[in-house]
């Protein structure tokens, strides 16, 4: 304990040290830069032993008692004090005990407790963790844990029953982070195979985005299985009257703003109380960043994963579909059902036609629709590159078989001119109504001329869409789609030079983990790559004169690593951020990012978010910013950390011929960015 406490008194100081991994007695490291424990030396990781891991190892049955045997272990293996006494950091955990009745395919908990609303008066059963159990400490960081909860006489020996333990190891005194895990055993008391299961959606499929997955404040609950044990029907909530039954609560959660009961004005809410406080979770502003049809963005890589369209339900269909009735028929065209024995026979589960009424068709995307042909553009040649030229490009355009399209037959088609790659400064657009067959494609010459001052590398890209009707498989059901490829993008030297591509910093895969399909500029489809994004959301751009009112002035930054740090930090920026487009504000303000922000590398490739950064990034013009322009560095982390402190230690940081951000933030340093975004 002496030891202890003499190392709290300069745990701070050490924290600032020589940034060694645990790589002790030949040990691999097992921390990366964006885990602050990758910051300790080997002697405070010695000491410190960071890490959480808990070892369900078996759950013994002697009614009216169960009694569940676990092992708590740091992340090299070693046992932990559950006290936090000869090992740092308490560690908290929660038992759960709940079972699947034989008929029944979800759980009910063995304890439920009664809650009771401080504002309607209300008072209503829910599922809890168990309570007054007691410990039994068999050494070597082993436990045996005796429920407080008894189970009832008559408890089923035949049914499926799963024990779950959510721990939280506190190690904030140390500066790191808390260290969370979660276990679970599922079992037939009387020794029979489990055969009762409920595994719909994967920890996996929620961590596409989450990152990780954690709930109740703390967000010690990280895995689905131990979710369910308590988000079922047997809770309510006491304020709102909503359930949350977890098949009810995520489909409302992750259709947000756009559930019908909330455009229709009332708004979706779930208040949780936790030791006496009301926590109230807002869900009616949330956007999901795809198309709510992507049923198996989350059902997936679980073993009934199908079941969303195998056993369609009253309950979770009318979750996200929140205006229908069923006990009325009321915007239900199959009329009343009073259960869901017929579901089925009106929404079988893939009946391989688009559009149907099965529950496969019934979620059709129109953009993704199989009778759509496809589309490809190419560009093959750019010629006229000298500064004071006006470009002529050379293009193809074919569908997905590869027939050629003649592009005259689109809707719509405009070419984007931009330079330099270093960072785009110069970008202008130009609608094409008509292009030229050529020899070997079409061409189009721009109106506009390459800048005369213009060096280095400029870019041409295409983007352009088709409408097109397509027919649904019921009596009189089409559908018009605007039917958009990804957007290529050709790199040329000014004046015959080797084209150097712009650098890529963030990847559209890293982006689609989320977005499914990232897409931007709702009216089309059209905008679909990061790489060309970039040429119009640049160091220069803003939200546009008359479109902007003037009451509303001055303009908004529009450049893309300022603009999509604000999109992303959301609700946690200090100041307003709205752009302006087509007339119409779009604020940012309520965005929630599902992930850790911390975590760079979520959306970067490689080190590019780490300073320095490249030569030759040009200043962004920011009129609604505390100052402007912002230099290349600055303009990145002022997107996130928007507060005048954080301004004006950037603009105390900058001089009319640089910024010198990288003496204290680039890798190595005492403050480097991959350090400060440690957790």
């Not at 599922?186 to 990152?211: K, L, M, W, Y």
């Not at 229908?324 to 024995?341: E, I, L, Y």
């Not at 109504?433 to 010459?445: D, I, L, Q, V």
């Not at 009216?523 to 902007?548: K, P, Q, S, W, Y």
Request: charge should be neutral.
């Amino acid at each position: 304990m002496n030891g202890r406490r003499l190392f709290c008194a300069f745990a701070g100081l050490l924290l600032l040290g020589a940034g060694l991994t645990i790589a002790g007695d030949g040990i691999t490291p097992i921390y990366k830069p964006s885990d602050k424990a990758y910051y300790l030396t080997e002697a405070q990781a010695s000491f410190v032993r960071p890490g959480l891991k808990i070892d369900l190892q078996k759950v013994e049955f002697e009614p009216p008692n169960v009694i569940a045997t676990f092992r708590i272990i740091d992340d090299q293996g070693q046992p932990l004090d559950r006290l936090g006494i000869e090992t740092p950091g308490a560690v908290a955990l929660s038992f759960y005990i709940a079972r699947i009745k034989p008929g029944d395919t979800q759980y009910t908990n063995y304890r439920t407790t009664i809650q009771s609303s401080p504002i309607t008066g209300n008072s209503t059963t829910v599922a809890a963790a168990d309570a007054n159990g007691t410990y039994t400490s068999l050494g070597n960081g082993t436990y045996k844990y005796t429920f407080g909860t008894k189970l009832p006489a008559n408890f089923e020996v035949n049914a499926t029953h799963t024990v779950a333990i959510s721990a939280e190891r506190d190690l904030s005194e140390f500066g790191l982070k808390d260290f969370i895990d979660n276990a679970l055993l599922t079992f037939v008391p009387n020794g029979s195979a489990v055969t009762q299961v409920r595994e719909i959606v994967s920890t996996g499929a929620c961590n596409q985005c989450h990152d990780p997955l954690g709930a109740h404040h703390s967000g010690s609950r990280q895995q689905v299985g131990l979710c369910i044990l308590c988000h079922q029907p047997q809770t309510t909530d006491a304020d709102t009257g909503n359930t949350v039954d977890f098949k009810v609560m995520i489909h409302k959660i992750h259709r947000g703003a756009d559930l019908p009961s909330v455009k229709a004005g009332t708004p979706y809410r779930i208040i949780r109380v936790s030791g006496g406080t009301q926590y109230v979770y807002d869900w009616s502003t949330l956007h999901w960043p795809q198309d709510v049809r992507n049923c198996t963005t989350c059902h997936q890589g679980a073993s009934q994963a199908d079941k969303y369209k195998t056993n369609p339900s009253r309950v979770a269909c009318g979750s996200c579909h929140d205006d229908v009735d069923f006990a009325t028929g009321t915007n239900h065209p199959g009329g009343v059902q009073v259960d869901d024995s017929k579901c089925s026979i009106c929404h079988p589960a893939d009946t391989g036609l688009e559009f149907d009424l099965s529950v496969a068709g019934a979620h059709t995307i129109t953009e993704s629709s199989k009778q759509l042909a496809g589309l490809k553009y190419e560009i093959l040649e750019v010629r006229n590159t000298n500064p004071g030229d006006k470009p002529m490009v050379t293009f193809t355009v074919a569908d997905g078989k590869g027939n050629p399209v003649d592009p005259n037959t689109l809707g719509y088609m405009r070419f984007s001119l931009a330079g330099p790659t270093s960072d785009y400064r110069f970008h202008v657009r130009e609608r094409v109504p008509k292009a030229e067959a050529g020899p070997t494609g079409y061409t189009y010459t721009f109106n506009a001329a390459i800048p005369a001052d213009a060096s280095g590398t400029f870019a041409i890209a295409l983007d352009a869409w088709r409408q097109v009707t397509i027919p649904g498989s019921l009596l009189g059901q089409s559908f018009t789609v605007m039917e958009a490829p990804r957007n290529p993008v050709f790199y040329f030297g000014i004046g015959g030079a080797k084209p150097v591509p712009r650098r890529q910093v963030v990847d559209r895969n890293k982006c689609n983990e989320c977005h499914k399909n990232l897409v931007a500029h709702l009216a089309g489809f059209r905008r679909l790559d990061v790489e060309f994004c970039v040429m119009c959301h640049n160091a220069t751009a803003n939200d546009i004169d008359g479109r902007r009112p003037a009451d509303q002035y001055p303009l908004e930054a529009i450049q893309f690593r300022h603009m999509v740090h604000r999109i992303h930090t959301g609700h946690e920026l200090e100041n307003d951020f709205t752009i302006w487009r087509g007339g119409t504000p779009r604020n940012y303000n309520k965005k929630l990012f599902p992930g850790d922000r911390r975590n760079c590398s979520t959306c970067h490739v490689g080190n590019s978010y780490q300073l320095p950064l490249p030569e030759g990034l040009a200043n962004t013009v920011m009129p609604r910013f505390f100052y402007t322009p912002l230099t290349p560095a600055a303009s990145a982390c002022l997107g996130c950390h928007d507060g005048q402190a954080t301004a004006a230690h950037a603009y105390l940081m900058t001089a009319p011929f640089g910024e010198s951000c990288a003496v204290c933030h680039a890798e190595g340093a005492d403050f480097a960015v991959s350090k400060v975004h440690a957790h």
